[in-house]
């Protein structure tokens, strides 16, 4: 985090004469600021739209915009609305004039001739409060970034503690073969692994701070990827179907661990929010990869759909959760440089997309993994099946 005397500033003096701005320019030179001059009243409103200021410093008497015409139209600028005024005048202003520019928030008036020493202990005064306020809106951003991490991993440990406690059970109940008993305690295995890398990853991007995703890539297989958390989830939610289809290369340069974060997200949600069967395909798309999800059941609100991906937003009210998952998975996506894109209807479901830009595959074809260029294949030859049919090749 910056120090605070090293919080840029800039002041922004208004005033038509060239001699008067070159003579203020000399007076802040002393001052850890930039000024940025302007000689008319719309030139500072341009200015100031596009910039943001410690302080204005305008003249009053000015040709087409005066100092209050001009101090007027500065606070209808979102950027400007706050910013203190100190106007610069050679005449005395009377009552009226006092009290209609203290209705337009102006923090002072000086006269000329300006005194050197007065003219830059006021703007040292308001650039310091303007430097304060940053250092403390950076210090809430902060603490919002840190809870925001706790968020996550909350919302994120609920998937693989579901896994590990429906897996327990079932070896509990003593309902379940050898094979159903040790695909139960790899189950188990993977949700602990997968809780101990979140802490992990999310205790690492804390130490980076407020910012992207960290993305460490590596050569991924999507469709064994897919597979997996089909076959975790099949277990927990026994009563859902789950299709499950791939097609074409799936393997690319990706973060596993954060691909297995966002997909799971969108077939918790799937089974979570919709009815009847879940759907999950994973193909190739060129130079991309993409997974889709499809759930059928009631639609999302068309007035909630552009908020769904923003933090603490839910797709309907009455849901239960922090409305962070789909927030986690659009962050995850933007850190692989693609794309997730939403499709909600009555009577045909929701659908969600991830493109995901594959970039080069470093695995050599004597290398490559016996599943072959067209990811893992059911049992049964064919590129699609039911997680019902697929069920006991999934969990060998």
């Not at 410690?54 to 040709?63: F, G």
């Not at 209609?100 to 102006?106: A, D, I």
């Not at 009210?317 to 789909?326: A, E, K, S, T, V």
């Amino acid at each position: 985090m910056e120090q605070l005397g090293r919080v840029s500033a800039k002041v922004l003096a208004v005033d038509d004469k060239p001699g008067n701005l070159l003579a203020l320019s000399a007076v802040l030179e002393s001052l850890d600021v930039e000024m940025i001059a302007a000689s008319t009243g719309a030139d500072a409103l341009k200015l100031a739209a596009h910039d943001e200021f410690a302080t204005i410093l305008l003249d009053v008497v000015m040709p087409d915009l005066d100092g209050f015409e001009t101090l007027a139209r500065l606070r209808t600028i979102p950027s400007a609305v706050a910013t203190p005024v100190v106007l610069v005048t050679a005449h005395e202003l009377d009552g009226q004039a006092i009290e209609r520019v203290q209705g337009m928030g102006t923090v002072d008036y000086l006269l000329k001739p300006i005194e050197p020493v007065l003219l830059r202990s006021k703007v040292a005064a308001l650039v310091s409060l303007f430097r304060r306020g940053k250092e403390i809106h950076r210090r809430d951003a902060a603490l919002a970034s840190k809870d925001r991490d706790i968020a996550m991993l909350a919302h994120d440990l609920q998937s693989p503690l579901t896994a590990i406690e429906m897996s327990a059970q079932l070896r509990l109940s003593g309902d379940c073969d050898a094979s159903q008993s040790r695909g139960a305690s790899d189950r188990i295995v993977r949700a602990a692994r997968r809780m101990s890398e979140m802490v992990r990853s999310l205790t690492d991007y804390a130490r980076v701070g407020h910012g992207a995703f960290p993305i460490e890539r590596s050569l991924v297989d999507l469709g064994e990827m897919c597979r997996e958390l089909v076959s975790d989830f099949s277990s927990s939610n026994p009563e859902r179907a789950i299709d499950l289809s791939f097609s074409g290369e799936l393997r690319g340069e990706w973060d596993r661990e954060r691909l297995h974060q966002a997909v799971s997200n969108l077939i918790s949600n799937a089974i979570k929010y919709g009815l009847g069967a879940v759907s999950v395909r994973a193909e190739d798309d060129g130079e991309d990869a993409r997974v889709v999800v499809h759930n059928d059941g009631p639609p999302i609100a068309a007035e909630l759909l552009p908020l769904i991906f923003k933090p603490f937003e839910r797709g309907t009210q009455d849901r239960q959760g922090l409305g962070l998952g789909l927030y986690i998975v659009d962050e995850i996506v933007r850190g692989h440089e693609g794309e997730i894109s939403v499709t909600s209807s009555t009577g045909v479901g929701t659908t969600f997309s991830v493109r995901l830009p594959r970039r080069a595959i470093t695995m050599s074809s004597s290398t490559a993994s016996p599943l072959g260029r067209r990811g893992p294949q059911p049992a049964n030859g064919d590129s699609r099946a039911s997680t019902g049919s697929a069920r006991s090749s999934l969990e060998r």
